[in-house]
């Protein structure tokens, strides 16, 4: 560890504090529908949609309309997504000539898409045309998003209403998510990373002519000389900011936020990890805006970045640390070298900024990588996975992660009102059995779907094991990672897996369909039955939601919960690969 | 047939998390307010 790479990280952290509270305030000025100084430009196109649609802004939603409008919504932009990626071959836009996509694989990527996880089980410059790119995928990227952030909207006006039986109206709130939110900041973030090189066209891809002439090995063991180089681009920069910005993380080419032209400067990667927790971590402070207590936001704040703290430390450590395996090797970081763990990481990175990144894509349901989590060490991988097995509610996606944390802050307060044999209260509201049942089963559906299906999979030989590249628990890893990663709606992968099978296809597309909706159905549940009740005044006995008392119990809930459900398979997992590589065994 | 089984695949999974929308309201029974 370098006192650079924590001038850096703390750099970070300095600037997403800074900009939470303006972030914050915007998000409240634009869902309470207040005049925002982009009324001008968006405010007759969002009229004109109502219009053009017959919908009825003024009129409020109950929360299973609510619910129903947006798998309404989902259903239709999933099959379109499905229906474009068949059909590309048939398509504008497609000067590499690419065929339709496979059935299964298209399955998986408009659920990926759709659900926010953009699990990628293709290599997208070898499979998606630019149409396919931009209007199957991208438009997809900004709906998930905005039907993320409406929920998370959604949630804190149940908390904030009283005696209410409505939430707000959901295409509305998508509407003015992605024309006041989303579109204007990622078309000022696509500007500056053209500025930083990355590529924006429709051009067919470049060949080159190598230097000198290399000799590769096919899959079909042969060997054979390759004289050129085809060099993919396409219309990438507007993409990648909406990728980032909404925490979709599908990369417009196979190694993501390693690609030069994805990521191509410090500078760059630094604009993106912000981009990640931009919204997220505003969110805290439109909790506290509109919950009429900025206090409150403020310590949910905390909690998520203590988390986050002690995820980025520990990846930091684990990554910078010599390997066993290069005993006589010196390893220190010097001028000459980064020192540690620098395999599967971008050498203009380096260790510093490879950790932040993969500690904040997964601390967010991003999921976009700049180095690749498998050549991460046993214990530095783990942090992505911890991460995201806690529920990404470290800032977490974007409105995906405020919700989640908020049934962590629900549970905490009940479990502070039972310590002291009071009824829980949560500002005002009297949490009660319904609320907790809805809390529970919100809780039990994630590990059910993870644990479930690793555990189905490493008991078959011919469909889940024949795709790893490791095995022992290296292996294990990889298949409790993709379906973390799919359950999550994270959509970072530990490679070494091959996932494009028809198992792993069709089985990650219902995890990612899982985690998504029927996750979110007991979240908005709840949110309903909050806006029904009645405000009661705070009195001395009431457990307070502002102090540093609730922030620690609400990180400790956390990690416990979090320990007690997957300690047993981490333990089989990065756990066991790390011991074994101190006895001097790899896998 | 694989876009079939894709297409009625996503419409019984919406249809699922339809009926599980209904069952969390059921459950709810009358609203809390008291």
Redesign the interface.
């Known amino acids: 560890m370098t006192t650079n790479g924590w001038l850096q990280i703390a750099l970070f952290f300095a600037c997403v504090l800074a900009l939470t509270k303006p972030m914050g305030a915007y998000l409240t000025q634009v869902f309470e529908r207040r005049r925002t100084w982009l009324d001008p430009v968006f405010g007759p196109v969002e009229r004109m949609l109502y219009r053009a649609t017959g919908i009825h802004a003024d009129e409020e939603m109950r929360w299973?309309e609510y619910?129903?409008c947006m798998?309404v919504f989902?259903?239709a932009t999933?099959?379109l997504t499905?229906i474009v990626e068949?059909m590309q071959g048939h398509l504008p836009w497609n000067p590499q000539h690419f065929g339709g996509v496979a059935?299964?694989l298209?399955?998986n990527t408009a659920v990926s898409f759709t659900t926010n996880t953009n699990w990628q089980s293709y290599t997208p410059e070898a499979t998606m045309s630019y149409f396919t790119q931009m209007f199957g995928l991208a438009t997809h990227n900004f709906w998930s998003a905005a039907v993320g952030l409406a929920l998370a909207i959604a949630f804190i006006r149940g908390i904030a209403r009283k005696?209410m039986?409505t939430l707000g109206n959901f295409w509305v709130d998508l509407t003015r998510g992605t024309l006041w939110v989303l579109l204007p900041i990622s078309t000022v973030f696509a500007i500056a990373l053209v500025a930083q090189g990355v590529p924006q066209n429709l051009r067919a891809y470049d060949t080159a002519k190598l230097m000198e002439a290399q000799t590769i090995t096919g899959t079909d063991g042969k060997p054979t000389t390759v004289t050129t180089q085809t060099i993919a681009q396409g219309p990438v920069a507007s993409q990648e900011a909406i990728k980032m910005l909404g925490t979709n993380g599908g990369g417009f080419f196979n190694a993501n936020s390693a690609h030069p032209f994805e990521n191509p400067t410090p500078l760059s990667n630094f604009l993106q990890m912000l981009s990640i927790f931009l919204i997220p971590a505003g969110l805290t402070y439109t909790l506290g805006q509109m919950v009429g207590s900025r206090k409150h936001g403020w310590a949910v704040f905390a909690a998520m970045s203590v988390l986050w703290f002690a995820g980025v430390a520990t990846c930091y450590w684990a990554e910078s640390r010599p390997s066993p395996a290069l005993a006589n090797v010196s390893q220190q970081a010097s001028d000459l070298q980064a020192g540690g763990n620098m395999e599967g990481k971008e050498v203009r990175f380096g260790i510093a900024n490879s950790a932040l990144f993969a500690t904040v894509t997964t601390d967010a349901s991003c999921g976009a990588v700049n180095a690749m989590h498998d050549s991460f060490t046993p214990l530095g991988g783990m942090v992505p996975m911890v991460n995201i097995l806690l529920g990404e509610i470290v800032f977490g996606g974007v409105g995906a992660g405020m919700y989640g944390m908020l049934i962590f802050v629900i549970l905490s307060v009940f479990i502070a009102g039972l310590m002291v044999g009071r009824t829980p209260e949560y500002l005002g509201k009297k949490i009660?059995a319904?609320d907790i049942?809805?809390a529970m089963?919100y809780l039990l559906i994630f590990p059910l779907v993870i644990l479930g299906f690793s555990a189905v999979t490493v008991l078959l030989p011919n469909m889940g094991l024949s795709s790893l590249a490791n095995h022992g628990p290296h292996g294990l890893s990889e298949i409790l990672y993709a379906y973390t990663s799919a359950t999550g709606n994270n959509g970072s992968a530990f490679a070494g897996l091959n996932a494009n099978t028809h198992w792993f296809n069709s089985t990650l597309g219902?995890a990612m369909?899982i985690g998504r909706?029927?996750m979110l159905?007991?979240m908005l549940?709840i949110a309903g039955?909050l806006a029904?009740?009645?405000s009661i005044p705070a009195t001395a006995g009431t457990f307070p939601v502002t102090t540093p008392l609730f922030t620690t119990l609400l990180t400790s809930l956390i990690v416990i919960v979090g320990a007690l459900t997957f300690f047993p398979v981490l333990a089989l997992g990065p756990v066991l690969e790390h011991l074994l590589m101190r006895a001097g065994q790899s896998f | 047939m694989?876009?079939l089984?894709?297409?009625v695949?996503?419409?019984v999974?919406?249809a699922?998390?339809?009926l599980?929308?209904?069952a969390?309201?059921r459950?709810?029974g009358r609203?809390?307010?008291?």
């Open positions: 299973t619910l129903v798998l989902s259903a999933l099959m499905y068949r059935p299964d298209a399955w005696e039986r009660e319904y049942q809805m089963l219902i369909f909706f029927l159905i007991p549940a039955n029904l009740k009645k | 694989l876009d089984v894709f297409t695949s996503t419409i999974c919406f699922v998390a339809l599980y929308v209904t969390c309201n459950l709810k609203p809390s307010v008291d």
